[in-house]
């Protein structure tokens, strides 16, 4: 099974910097892939600072609409 993780906020960015580092060990010690993508999106630049392993998204602040990605 292949995942895509997509984290909201501080805590779902967390949550897909977690998957993304569970990804790295197992590509490392089996060779093999889960994740094939792990994104945080969140407005807070502070709160995707600490995330090492996902990709991160802090869209514009004068762009607060709903968005759309895929």
């Known amino acids: 099974m292949k995942l895509v ?14 998957f993304a580092r569970l990804n790295k060990k197992a590509r490392a010690q089996r060779r093999i892939e889960i994740v094939t993508g792990a994104f945080a999106i969140n407005t ?18 004068d762009s607060m609409k709903p968005m759309l990605f895929y």
């Open 5 to 18: 993780v997509i984290g909201l906020g501080q805590c779902g960015g967390r949550i897909a910097d977690e």
């Open 44 to 61: 807070d630049a502070a709160d995707l600072s600490g995330l090492v392993q996902s990709t991160r998204y802090e869209p514009p602040s």
